[in-house]
């Protein structure tokens, strides 16, 4: 609907995609919603915030995957400066282990991108009225796989190890001893049940524990 021909009050939307061709598509097709306005968007976690504090968008819908920070730190901080804007988590991985981290981090829903976009801004204006929305399948999953085991200090020792970091890589990275994180690697690899490092990180993104 042509903007002149909107309600008087609609409900301001911040979008942030890093694939342009989703963010152009997502904006327009909800700016086709009579209520909803896309008033800002954005392709990198990063600049989810500053964006918030320049537009004060009502709901703000994130992607995970995201350059810079991912969409679930960024909701975190949102949560924590903008704490009118309610978040939407979008996403193509439905990982119980991400919902789990999404709900943490004060997001008011989680959804997966292979819905109607009906549905999406259905969505949208459920969490600005106070209802939390969590897609039905996922939830369920979320329930049945359980907590994430690993320590916050093991998720961070496991992301360090992306490329190929040695253990001396790690711990200079991390301000830790290598025989600290050598600790930290052998009960990460223990708890996700694997054989190696590059295995435990491949298990613990697989289930969104990263």
Not at 7 to 30: F, W, Y
Not at 109 to 131: C, H, N, Q, S, Y
Not at 139 to 163: F, H, I, Q, W, Y
Not at 168 to 182: F, G, Y
Request: net charge negative; glycine share 8%.
């Amino acid at each position: 609907m042509p903007r002149s021909h909107r309600p008087t009050k609609c409900i301001r939307v911040l979008l942030a995609e890093d694939q342009g061709m989703m963010r152009g598509a997502l904006a327009l097709l909800l700016g086709m919603e009579e209520d909803i306005d896309v008033v800002a968007q954005v392709s990198a976690g990063d600049a989810i915030v500053d964006a918030a504090l320049a537009h004060r968008p009502d709901v703000a819908l994130l992607d995970i995957e995201l350059p810079g920070m991912s969409g679930l730190d960024a909701a975190a901080e949102l949560h924590s400066q903008t704490p009118d804007c309610r978040v939407l988590i979008l996403t193509t991985f439905g990982r119980p282990g991400y919902l789990r981290r999404a709900m943490e981090a004060g997001a008011a829903g989680f959804l997966v991108k292979d819905g109607p976009v009906e549905d999406l801004a259905t969505a949208i204006r459920r969490v600005l009225t106070g209802e939390t929305v969590v897609d039905p399948a996922l939830a369920a999953a979320a329930l049945s796989a359980g907590p994430n085991p690993l320590t916050a200090r093991e998720c961070d020792v496991l992301k360090a190890s992306v490329d190929g970091a040695t253990v001396s890589d790690i711990a200079a990275k991390l301000h830790l001893s290598e025989s600290t994180v050598r600790n930290y690697l052998s009960s990460a690899i223990g708890k996700t049940g694997t054989r190696n490092r590059m295995e435990a990180m491949r298990e613990a993104r697989r289930q969104g524990w990263l």
